[in-house]
């Protein structure tokens, strides 16, 4: 199973990006896709996760409201719309896929994406 992560780049504070991520390879049993995130010097967080199951959306306080997440099971693809995006979300931004949605919201799984950087610059 592979998850590739794209749509990062170099932005300005208030600009908006779209991450998107997709998995590939033999089926495996998901039902939950989310982000984390991880600036040099620190833990990764958890940015947002989707649950398949129900079409649920969570997000971590510092991004809710102007990040939004969606997916499309038949594609094994999520969708990350950061708006207004702020300094200190520079990051380099994984996604990750698990079997149950607490997994993906505590980052316990083994299938990871290679990670997308976000630059936002003043």
């Known amino acids: 199973v592979q998850l590739q992560a794209s749509g990062g780049g170099l932005v300005q504070a208030g600009d908006s990006l779209r991450l998107s991520c997709e998995a590939s390879?033999?089926?495996?049993?998901?039902?939950?896709m989310g982000w984390f995130r991880q600036v040099p010097g620190k833990e990764r967080e958890f940015v947002s996760a989707f649950d398949f199951i129900g079409d649920n959306t969570y997000y971590s306080d510092a991004v809710k409201g102007r990040f939004t997440i969606s997916g499309d099971n038949a594609r094994s693809a999520i969708f990350l719309q950061m708006d207004n995006l702020k300094l200190e979300d520079t990051a380099v931004y994984y996604c990750l896929a698990a079997k149950g949605l607490w997994a993906v919201i505590t980052g316990a799984t083994d299938y990871w994406g290679q990670g997308t950087l976000v630059t936002v610059s003043s």
């Open positions: 390879g033999r089926d495996f049993e998901k039902d939950a």
